[in-house]
């Protein structure tokens, strides 16, 4: 059996989505003033610096409970209000189990290749994965096949992952365990999951979806459907991304069929702290509370406001705004519109300096920026006001002269991908050293090298350094881009695989 297709609205979990069983449990807890000598150190009671007590008020230690035994329930064994919760979010999400998570998505695309992964198999990826993606890579052995990052170079950031590839790297390989697929992106596109996950099946491969930033899709029907209800094994959301909950308070749902849960547990237990913030797990039942029971309403504000600030972006000179323009362009089967991912380059200014710009002259961040574009989130907790004030901050610096010409450039990555001599897990743990990067022709890397933009990596541990991918690192080095992975970020070395 493997997870299917299912019809589900926001409208039909039957449990009471108005319930916050974990929160109350520590309301509970909070107000008996117990004495305590247990864990936390701080004991609710130690006075907090003065600084802290600036930053986030006085209450935060005091509520700062950690788990007591049949009284405060355990995040690696639920068995009560953590439990309740935790079906309650699965019931509001559509998913026939979901484990709340406190080291974000991260740990989320680390559990569910090792779930399903072991050393040796392969997982088809887009190239364009999150760097928790390669975490999970390293760690259950498996071996990667990717999809070619897919990206229009006029336009310059990774797009969506086409089923047609993936059906022919299913046709190349034989020992798929798994398909990791992220959707939607950071710049809101998103993949045909359905037909994916269709594909893998097909295979008996798992259908594992990062869904960072898509946890809000469930609750709007206006809204791409989430990969949960599209025949998904897991998927990871940020809850803390697109909804209320506090940093770090995250979600991995399960549907029955490829996953055995208990062992996602196991996996979960080994990477996760064993003491978990009940303040952020608080925050995550909140969040779900919120969310099933008005989101539907604020979603619908949500994208009123995007609509609203998207048509105003595009009559702005020298800017736009993508949405749907792109879709069923290179694999893109549909756009999140309450991502803004606002051209700028025609202003001769860069995606960075705009960014900038906001910051500093009108008092706005923006999600992120790459060379030509700045991307806004609009979540539930945009008003009428945010979103004039950044319609207004947009149009003053469209009209202001830069004095530069048009930013123009197309990304020219490298055609190919670096020759894989060993695993990412076996180069990642073999013993290496370290070389300048002039002279890392011909080794194995053994750290992955990630340039922003585009965050594709270029090399990742176990491929060996080509002339391409080197002249490429020089090339990126010489204009100071910022690089993830390596040690040496400036990237002055680099770690290779000792061979001899
Ligand atoms: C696509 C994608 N996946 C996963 C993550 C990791 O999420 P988290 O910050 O919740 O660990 C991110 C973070 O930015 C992301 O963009």
């Given amino acids: 059996m493997v ?29 008996r003033w117990q004495t305590s000598f247990h864990m936390p150190g701080h004991k609710g009671t130690l006075e907090p610096d003065p600084k802290l007590v600036d930053y986030w008020g006085g209450n935060i230690h005091p509520a700062d409970l950690v788990e007591i035994n049949g009284i405060i329930d355990y995040l690696h064994a639920p068995k009560g209000a953590l439990k309740a919760a935790q079906e309650l979010a699965a019931r509001a999400y559509g998913a026939d189990y979901t484990f709340f998570l406190v080291n974000g998505s991260t740990v989320g695309n680390i559990t569910s290749i090792m779930a399903t992964c072991g050393r040796g198999d392969e997982v088809i990826m887009p190239r364009a994965s999150h760097r928790s993606v390669y975490g ?9 096949v990717y999809v070619a990052p897919d990206y229009i170079a006029e336009v310059g950031f990774p797009l969506a992952t086409d089923p047609a590839a993936v059906t022919q790297l299913l046709a190349q390989h034989q020992h798929v365990k798994a398909i990791h697929v992220t959707s939607p992106n950071y710049y809101g596109y998103l993949s045909d999951v359905a037909q994916i996950a269709e594909l893998a099946h097909a295979h008996q491969a798992a259908m594992l979806v990062d869904e960072a930033h898509g946890s809000h899709l469930a609750f709007h029907e206006a809204l791409p459907a989430s990969a949960v209800q599209l025949g998904a094994d897991m998927v990871i959301q940020s809850t803390h991304k697109t909804q209320s909950a506090l940093t770090q308070g995250s979600m991995l749902h399960c549907n029955d069929g490829l996953v055995n849960v208990a062992r996602v547990a196991q996996i979960l237990a080994l990477l996760q702290t064993s003491s978990p913030s009940s303040i952020i797990l608080a925050s995550i039942d909140a969040a779900r509370q919120f969310t099933a029971t008005r989101g539907n309403e604020l979603l619908q504000q949500a994208l009123q406001l995007a609509q609203y600030a998207r048509e105003a972006i595009r009559d702005m000179q020298n800017l736009w705004c993508y949405g749907e323009d792109l879709v069923g362009q290179k ?8 991502k803004l991912v606002i051209r700028v380059n025609e202003t001769g200014w860069s995606g960075f300096e705009v960014y900038n710009k906001l910051r500093y002259e009108h008092g706005i961040d923006a999600e992120f920026a790459d060379l030509k574009h700045v991307i806004c989130s609009v979540t539930m907790g945009d008003t009428e006001l945010s979103i004039l004030k950044l319609i207004n901050a947009l149009r003053a ?23 894989m001599v060993m695993s990412p897990s076996d180069a990642y743990f073999a013993p290496a050293k370290t070389v300048s990067l002039e002279q890392s022709l011909g080794e194995i890397c053994a750290e992955n090298i990630i340039p922003y933009p585009p965050g594709i990596p270029i090399i990742v541990p176990g491929e060996r350094v080509q002339r391409e991918h080197l002249d490429y690192l020089l090339y990126i080095r010489s204009k100071g881009s910022g690089v993830v992975g390596p040690e040496d970020r400036s990237l002055s070395t680099l770690r290779v695989v000792t061979t001899s």
């Fill in 3 to 31: 997870a299917t297709r299912r019809e589900f609205t926001y409208m039909q979990p039957a449990l009471d989505q108005a319930q916050t069983p974990f929160l109350d449990s520590l309301l509970v807890e909070k107000h």
């Fill in 136 to 144: 999970g890579v390293v760690l259950s052995g498996a071996t990667p």
């Fill in 331 to 338: 694999g893109i089967y549909a756009y999140d519109p309450t």
């Fill in 397 to 419: 610096i469209s009209q202001e002269d830069s004095g530069k010409p048009v930013l123009n450039y197309a990304f020219a990555l490298p055609t190919t991908l670096p020759e």
